[in-house]
T-cell receptor, first 112, second 114 residues
Framework: GENVEQHPSTLSVQEGDSAVIKCTYSDSASNYFPWYKQELGKGPQLIIDIRSNVGEKKDQRIAVTLNKTAKHFSLHITETQPEDSAVYFCAARGDSWGKLQFGAGTQVVVTP | DTGVSQNPRHKITKRGQNVTFRCDPISEHNRLYWYRQTLGQGPEFLTYFQNEAQLEKSRLLSDRFSAERPKGSFSTLEIQRTEQGDSAMYLC????????????FGDGTRLSIL
């Protein structure tokens, strides 16, 4: 089955700096890669996703890149703000039913 | 769009008791998923429904766990004879039928076993 690894497990950045989170996946059949943000006591909230026919996608301060050959994808957050502090999860999906395999998460702390 | 709704938000029970959680998906979403999340980990897939049909179950779903979606709308997840290891956040997500559509999560039910 699919296995997703996520790094780093914690990330501390100064407000205004960029944050990068990296994930690798094992199943070459995976074709959909969402990123979720989870705040304390809340469920995961989708922030951006990318499909395997696209190499990069951007939405305001958030961007995701995908390298299918190397089987890795990354989340980039620019101009970080304190409200970006949360746990971020990457995920991969390879079957038509939609089961997601998640990484272990990255705790992002943005300090003013 | 009222989002995915889960009840209760918190459940505290003694070991050996039965518990039931409810999930109300986004109204037009035919697919419904249950995940379990333990502290410091990502969500793990438990089971999946397409309308009222349960199409896949994880090996994590022991015979003490049962899920239903009788009318293809809301779903329930029941855990019988709860154990300490069942303590976790139980998350529900829903999505449209079309392939590669995003899953939207509820805020979960946090289960604590005393």
């Amino acid at each position: 089955g699919e296995n997703v690894e996520q790094h780093p497990s914690t990330l501390s950045v100064q407000e205004g700096d960029s944050a990068v989170i990296k994930c690798t996946y094992s199943d070459s059949a995976s074709n959909y890669f969402p990123w979720y943000k989870q705040e304390l006591g809340k469920g995961p909230q989708l922030i951006i996703d990318i499909r395997s026919n696209v190499g990069e996608k951007k939405d305001q301060r958030i961007a995701v890149t995908l390298n299918k050959t190397a089987k890795h994808f990354s989340l980039h957050i620019t101009e970080t703000q304190p409200e970006d502090s949360a746990v971020y999860f990457c995920a991969a999906r390879g079957d038509s039913w939609g089961k997601l395999q998640f990484g272990a998460g990255t705790q992002v702390v943005v300090t003013p | 769009d009222t989002g995915v709704s889960q009840n209760p938000r918190h459940k505290i029970t003694k070991r050996g008791q039965n518990v039931t959680f409810r999930c109300d998906p986004i109204s037009e979403h035919n697919r419904l998923y249950w995940y379990r999340q333990t502290l410091g980990q990502g969500p793990e897939f438990l089971t999946y429904f397409q309308n009222e049909a349960q199409l896949e179950k994880s090996r994590l779903l022991s015979d003490r766990f049962s899920a239903e979606r009788p009318k293809g709308s809301f779903s329930t997840l029941e855990i019988q004879r709860t154990e300490q290891g069942d303590s976790a956040m139980y998350l529900c997500a829903s999505s449209p039928t079309a392939s590669n559509q995003p899953q939207h999560f509820g805020d979960g039910t946090r289960l604590s076993i005393l």
